[in-house]
């Protein structure tokens, strides 16, 4: 009787710690905090940041220029929805400033033509929501 009792607590006790490790799966498999389409996934938050604030200043605006507020606590910003149209225009105008500096200014043939900076933002916004005519 003894060992019966011994062998349900075992097989219990298993089956309790493989529920408890299918739960955690579930729960670990959040959606991440960023949502990089055009900036590098392992982009370190210092880089990040500055990208972000040269935005501030070559705009002439503040973070929530594009990024929406957190329906959680409007006091907040989710960096990661898409929900404000001007997050979209950033992207393409990322990828078209690259692809000018990649097109024209890429004299040495560089293997990493994204770090050229020979255009950006400032270049046409210098200081304004929209560029200079």
């Not at 070559?58 to 149209?85: E, P, T």
Request: charged residues 20%; glycine residues 6%.
């Amino acid at each position: 009787m003894f060992n019966q009792n011994k062998n349900k607590g075992i097989i219990l006790g298993l089956l309790s710690a493989v529920f408890v490790l299918i739960i955690m799966s579930f729960s670990s498999t959040q959606q991440p905090k960023h949502n990089f389409k055009i900036l590098p996934q392992d982009i370190t938050h210092d880089s990040l940041m500055g990208i972000m604030h040269g935005f501030n200043k070559a705009l002439g605006v503040k973070c929530g220029f594009c990024h929406a507020r957190s329906d959680v606590d409007s006091s907040k910003l989710n960096f990661a929805s898409d929900a404000k149209k001007e997050k979209g225009f950033a992207r393409e105008m990322m990828k078209m400033a690259a692809g000018i500096n990649s097109t024209y200014f890429n004299w040495d043939h560089s293997a990493r033509p994204d770090t050229i900076r020979m255009i950006t933002c400032i270049t046409c916004h210098r200081g304004n929501e929209k560029p200079i005519r």
